[in-house]
């Protein structure tokens, strides 16, 4: 859309590219090579996300700089030393575009990148243009509660539910309407989606936009079984199927998806399962067959924010002393401490489920001037 219908946004003008290997046209031909390779464009610098350029490195790991083999463009980190675009990195760009597949989760930093990128273009005085992508699991449901300001983080920016419900465009144009960022912003829009579109039916190849996230359907449950990644349990990482299943050595798969689905969760059924993680990016029971619990959407209302928060109170229950917290990450994650004290108090799933999604209606009012698609 951008050369086809937005050119004049970089005709002739030096640009730079926030991007990784999702960042690629419907025949799979990368933005790097299709603006590169175009006569109007001069491409002078990338800047590479979490997980790199080629969207190889496990969660966490830095990310280095280097050169485009390619193109010999260079490449600087936004993961390493720094996640914001420092005035060197941005020297003699005139417009700083953004091309990543997000996953429509709170705690997935591709948007955070953008939005600080947003932040250092502002700053520089640089236009900044977003080349927009479909929301893989939609843009009608928003789910989860809303982060505190106080718990703020990479994994976490903006008062936002766990499930946005927003296009990185829509975010961008939130962030700056909303949260504060200057910046001369312009969406490049995707043609054709809308909000209640399956990402199937859009005909566009998922491209795992993480080593751990080899499915839309993995990208459903994830804005839930994210919470695990700060508590001892295994979310299925060294595995085909990460963030549908969830695991230990000590659990009982069996009892624990017979009292979960007492429970009644929306939308969700659990059964038993079992797997094996192999060469894990977060280290648990690497080679060690696990036992645990499959997710299932089997309903239009399922919320895996909810079927979360089932999981935590009776895995917790049933891992007694072995259950140890990640208590800070746990926190950035959940937007607060409230849901670690609660669980760790003996809160019960309707207990939690009470109030979870206090201030949704308020972020709904507050997005619906900001949105591209209906």
């Not at 005709?11 to 799979?28: C, P």
């Not at 998806?257 to 993680?277: E, W, Y």
């Not at 917290?325 to 670690?340: C, E, K, P, V």
Request: glycine share 12%; hydrophobic share 40%; proline share 7%.
């Amino acid at each position: 859309m951008l050369l086809d219908d937005s050119l004049h946004l970089v005709r002739h003008k030096q640009v730079g590219l926030v991007t990784n290997h999702t960042g690629r046209d419907r025949a799979g031909t990368p933005s790097i090579d299709l603006l590169a390779d175009h006569p109007e464009v001069e491409l002078v610098a990338l800047y590479s996300p979490e997980h790199g350029i080629r969207g190889k490195e496990e969660a966490g790991v830095r990310v280095t700089g280097g050169r485009d083999g390619r193109t010999g463009v260079p490449i600087h980190s936004l993961y390493g030393a720094t996640t914001k675009p420092t005035p060197e990195m941005l020297a003699g760009v005139d417009v700083l575009l953004f091309d990543i597949q997000d996953v429509g989760a709170r705690y997935y930093t591709y948007l955070s990148t953008m939005a600080l990128a947003m932040e250092a273009a502002g700053e520089a005085e640089i236009e900044f243009v977003v080349l927009d992508r479909p929301n893989p699991i939609g843009g009608e449901a928003v789910q989860g509660n809303l982060l505190d300001p106080n718990f703020a983080s990479f994994v976490g920016l903006y008062p936002v539910p766990m499930r946005h419900g927003l296009t990185a465009g829509e975010f961008a144009r939130m962030a700056a309407g909303e949260f504060g960022v200057r910046v001369k912003l312009s969406v490049a829009v995707a043609d054709g989606w809308t909000r209640d579109m399956p990402y199937a039916e859009t005909g566009i190849p998922w491209v795992a936009p993480s080593p751990n996230m080899p499915s839309v359907t993995s990208a459903l449950h994830y804005p839930g079984s994210c919470l695990f990644e700060g508590t001892p349990i295994s979310v299925g990482r060294g595995t085909p199927m990460a963030f549908q299943h969830l695991g230990a050595p000590w659990l009982d798969g069996d009892a624990l998806a017979r009292r979960l689905n007492a429970i009644g969760v929306p939308g969700a059924a659990f059964r038993p399962t079992g797997f094996t993680p192999v060469n894990p990016g977060d280290g648990k029971f690497a080679g060690e067959e696990v036992h645990g619990i499959m997710l299932e959407a089997v309903g239009e209302d399922y919320d895996p924010t909810l079927a979360a928060l089932a999981l935590l109170t009776e895995i917790r229950a049933a891992s007694g002393d072995l259950w140890r917290w990640r208590s800070s990450h746990f926190d950035r994650l959940a937007g607060g401490d409230r849901l670690r004290l609660q669980v760790e108090a003996g809160a019960s799933y309707e207990e939690l489920a009470e109030g979870w999604s206090a201030g949704v209606d308020e972020y709904l009012a507050r997005r619906e001037p900001y949105l591209l698609y209906r």
